[in-house]
Every structure is written in structure tokens, then in C-alpha cells.
């Protein structure tokens, strides 16, 4: 850390809070370097379900190398932070967003006001599971929009992790003031506000329903949402980002209390992904620009797909036919 502080969170009481015996062989641990670690451990600190964290050093090639050795530059290591989590409380996917939202994953020499290879943002894997999830999630970031330039955050192997002198440990509940002053000077907080803050806005444009659904996987009651019988003719759209999704020829009566359809009307808008619910057997879906949550594809529809694309109406906008050309959607008119 060479510089920073700003915005003050408010940390509540979880699950980190308690001992690592109470996981025992459950426990697993996942490895990030994402410039200050001081910043890196607070923000997962807070997560339920983390169990430890611990700043550190990964990823060089000197034993038990020091602060010093490290923040010079010359041992190869990055500052690091070792979690512990239990995996049936918070999965390691969600430890990845927590992961990207904490850095500028598109600065290739340090993070903010830290400069240098010492503080590039790394991924450190612990087997393939974790390798393969790191990097879906990385491509699923790139492909999101959200940053103009590429993605350079490494993914690596992990390698022996070194624990940082015992004075970086939990720095920013040993020197609250401090910490927050660092965070401000670095730029960590204002970069993050600027890239994230899309999160508030939504809760003001949505009603409840539609953010828990879209932002938090959610699923709304069925038989008890806006079209799951409905009839009219037109296009469904992303109620974020209004990219077309689903069209009326393609929708049909699944039994399920649930809009479905047979297939999107853009296939490329729309994302497929593992869905790793305990009880999930289908597919999530996802909408490519907005990154909403929609619902889930299924293989028991009916002819030509064989799919069943059963969406929340609370994701959905509906657009009429005769309305298309007004709101931009003109090009569908005629596949009606």
C-alpha cells in the first residue's frame, strides 16, 4: 500500500465471526490478490459464511518473504488474502463477484494508487472446479460491457501462501481511521462507487419485486405474475437494458404458472449457465447486456426446440406489435 479512504461501511456481525471448528473438514479455502490487502480482507471479512481471512503474500519465488522484500518489487509474490469459507453457506462463485466488485480488474500495473507487479489482481485456484468457475466468471464480466477495456486479472494456480506480518492483519479494525483515510487517497472507493453504484439506482427504478428477481435470482409466485396467461401479440424485452428477449409466436402454455417459450427471439442475447441450486435441474438464463436473472431452460418443451425457456414475467417488458416501430423494435413487426 503506498497511499488511501473514503466511503465508511458499516460492518455487521456474520458468520466469519465464528471459529473455524465449527466447519471442520468442510471448510475450503480460495486466494485473491487485489491490490491492498488490507481492502481486500475487510470486504470479505463481512461475507456470511467466510469463516477466516488472512493477508498474505502468493505467487513469488522466495520463502517466507517480508513486507518490505514484497513492496519492493523483486520476490515475484503480490499481496494476497487466504479465505475460508463454507462452501454450504457461500459458494465459491459468490466469493468471485465479491472478488470483482473490490478492484479494477483493467489495470494491468497495480490497483489505483498502489503501482507495481506486487499489486496486480490475481485469481489463485485451488484445483480445475475452481479454475473452471474463475474463468467463466471472468468471461462472463467481459462480456457484460461493464469495462471499456479488457479484462487482465490473471488466473494461476495457487501456490504456498505466506501470512504478512501480524500488523496487516485486520489493519482496518486495528487503525479504523487509517484505513479509511487510505482507501480514500488510493481512488478505491470512488472507482468502486462509479462502477457499482448502477446497483442503487436500480433498487429506485424497480419495484421490489423486479430487483429481487433480476439482481438477487429471485423467482416470483406462479399463477400470480403479470404474463403467465397472457396473449397478445408482440416481443418481451429486458425491463433493464430493453433488449429483445422472447417473442409471442414463440410463447405457449406450460402448466407451470410461468411465461415459456420455445426459444429466444436473439439467441444472442440471451446467456445459459450452470445453475449450481441444490435442487435446480435446469439451466439458469440471463440476459447479455442487462446481466438480469430471467429464469431457467428446461428440455421438456414442446416440438420444434424440445425447450422450455420459463422466465419471470418481473424481468420482462412487453412491447405490443403495434407499438414496435414507435419504441425501436420495428424490424420484429413482421415475424408476428
Not at 5 to 30: D, H, N, Q, V, W
Not at 51 to 68: A, D, H, K, L, R
Not at 296 to 304: A, E, K, N, Q, S
Request: proline share 5%.
Amino acid at each position: 500500500m503506498s497511499g488511501s479512504l473514503g466511503t465508511i461501511f458499516i460492518m455487521i456481525p456474520c458468520l466469519c465471526a465464528l471459529s473455524m471448528a465449527a466447519y471442520g473438514e468442510e471448510a475450503r479455502k480460495a486466494a485473491f490478490a487485489g491490490g491492498c490487502f488490507w481492502c481486500m480482507e475487510a470486504a470479505f471479512e463481512n461475507v456470511e459464511g467466510v469463516v477466516t481471512v488472512v493477508s498474505g503474500y502468493m505467487g513469488g519465488q522466495q520463502e517466507n518473504p517480508t513486507y518490505e522484500e514484497v513492496s519492493s518489487g523483486t520476490t515475484g509474490h503480490v499481496e494476497t488474502i487466504q479465505v475460508t469459507y463454507d462452501p454450504s453457506v457461500v459458494s465459491y462463485e459468490s466469493l468471485l463477484t465479491v472478488f470483482w466488485q473490490q478492484i479494477d480488474p483493467t489495470d494491468v500495473g497495480g490497483q489505483f494508487s498502489d503501482r507495481g507487479m506486487q499489486y496486480r489482481t490475481i485469481i489463485f485456484y485451488d484445483d480445475e472446479e475452481q479454475k473452471t468457475q474463475a474463468e467463466q466468471s471472468k468471461q462472463q464480466l467481459e462480456d457484460s460491457g461493464r469495462f471499456q477495456r479488457p479484462i487482465v486479472t490473471e488466473i494461476r494456480q495457487a501456490t504456498t501462501f505466506y501470512p504478512a506480518e501480524e500488523y496487516h492483519q485486520d489493519y482496518h479494525k486495528k487503525h479504523p481511521f487509517l484505513y479509511k483515510l487510505y482507501r480514500y487517497r488510493s481512488g478505491r472507493d470512488q472507482f468502486l462507487e462509479k462502477t457499482w453504484s448502477e446497483k442503487e439506482k436500480l433498487k429506485e427504478l424497480l419495484t421490489p419485486l423486479q430487483y429481487h428477481v433480476t439482481q438477487e435470482n429471485g423467482t416470483e409466485p406462479a399463477f400470480d405474475n403479470e404474463y403467465w396467461d397472457f396473449k397478445e401479440e408482440g416481443i418481451y424485452v429486458d425491463i433493464i437494458s430493453g433488449e429483445p428477449l422472447f417473442s409471442s409466436r414463440d410463447k405457449y402454455d406450460s402448466g407451470t404458472g410461468w411465461p415459456s417459450f420455445t426459444k429466444p427471439l436473439e439467441p444472442d442475447n440471451i446467456v445459459e449457465k450452470q445453475d449450481r441450486g441444490l435442487f435446480s435441474t435446469g439451466i439458469e438464463v440471463r440476459s447479455k447486456k442487462g446481466d438480469s436473472h430471467l429464469g431457467h431452460v428446461f428440455d421438456d418443451g414442446p416440438p420444434p426446440t424440445g425447450l422450455r425457456y420459463c422466465i419471470n414475467s418481473a424481468a420482462l417488458r412487453f412491447i405490443p406489435k403495434d407499438k414496435l416501430m414507435e419504441e425501436g423494435y420495428g424490424k420484429y413487426t413482421d415475424e408476428l
